[in-house]
């Protein structure tokens, strides 16, 4: 945890420092490219990878009946048999997170283990990824004009309590408090602060550090939103406005960095999970086993013996032996 909270503290200041010795360029130009290309690539080289490999056999997790009898309920989203129900899982667990809305804790109280139900991972991780998806889609603003109509519709709804002026987003604090608690449960929780590693620390703490720049930006040490558009926008027609650089201020070079670094993290991490998800065969598949036979299609042709071949091949020691014989030595044609 203190390494990882200590890379994305040095990250930051050598941003900042790059900032403040002329490296504009390279931070808000050069990096933000490289940093597109590896995301790009490596997210397309890892789901490929994962399209490729077989999976000959019947695989998925189930938590219920499976289709049996007629008059035996089947469990159609937990146990489903069909495409229908894994569209129907598939869709609740990736909008809703269903499998972790079932979430249980455990503690041994007196001679007794007790089991209830903990719902507080699934309420903040819900509230993580759907602030992130609401930030992503509110930058939109800088990547199109006229601004999209969707983007003006999201930005009411996550500004309508009219809080302060420029109107405070409920996804910024939002998203920090889930940080918080996610970083929080994998230090508090015995059980999870044992298995957690640097892959699961670095991450959050980077995210964090991307948020917390976006928001003092945008509360704190304001920059010219309208230069950062103009500079955006030539970004994206690969003819990068230099003279806007020297307008920004180092927080915003900062927030560039740490999000090129996110970038490039990403396809050789845990955060993969955003694309492995549909392509998980435990998740993808149906569970038809009963009425399907599922044949390893890459097994070796097996070659098999008859009984009547063996037979014919031991049939004096087994006469000697005193075993059973269809038929006698002396009668062996």
Request: proline letters at 6%.
């Amino acid at each position: 945890m203190i390494i990882s909270l200590l890379a994305v503290i040095a990250l930051g200041i050598l941003a900042w420092m790059g900032s403040m010795m002329g490296f504009q360029y390279v931070l808000a130009v050069c990096l933000p490219y490289t940093a597109v290309t590896v995301f790009l690539v490596g997210f397309a080289w890892r789901i490929l990878d994962w399209a490729k490999r077989p999976v000959p056999f019947c695989i998925p997790t189930t938590g219920g009946q499976q289709k049996s009898l007629p008059w035996i309920k089947p469990a159609t989203l937990d146990n489903p048999s069909n495409k229908a129900g894994v569209w129907g899982r598939m869709i609740l667990e990736v909008l809703l997170f269903r499998s972790l809305f079932r979430n249980t804790n455990v503690s041994i109280e007196g001679d007794r283990v007790v089991y209830w139900s903990s719902k507080f991972l699934w309420l903040f991780a819900l509230i993580f990824h759907y602030s992130f998806l609401i930030i992503f889609v509110r930058h939109f603003r800088f990547f199109a004009e006229p601004v999209p109509f969707f983007v003006n519709g999201v930005e009411m709804l996550d500004g309508i309590l009219q809080i302060g002026a420029p109107r405070l987003f409920m996804t910024g604090p939002l998203i920090l408090v889930a940080l918080a608690y996610l970083i929080g449960r994998r230090l508090f929780n015995q059980k999870v602060r044992y298995i957690s590693l640097l892959s699961d620390y670095f991450p959050l703490f980077l995210i964090f550090g991307l948020c917390a720049t976006g928001i003092a930006m945008r509360y704190f040490l304001k920059v010219d939103i309208a230069t950062v558009k103009v500079f955006v926008m030539s970004l994206l027609h690969f003819a990068p406005d230099t003279a806007a650089l020297a307008k920004i201020g180092s927080i915003f070079y900062v927030h560039m960095f740490f999000l090129a670094v996110l970038l490039m993290y990403f396809p050789f991490s845990k955060l993969m999970h955003a694309g492995g998800v549909f392509l998980s065969p435990t998740r993808n598949m149906a569970n038809d086993s009963r009425m399907k036979l599922h044949v390893n299609p890459w097994n070796p042709e097996k070659v098999y013996r008859t009984y009547e071949e063996y037979e014919n091949e031991f049939r004096v020691p087994m006469f000697e032996a005193g075993l059973p014989v269809v038929k006698k030595p002396e009668d062996k044609e």
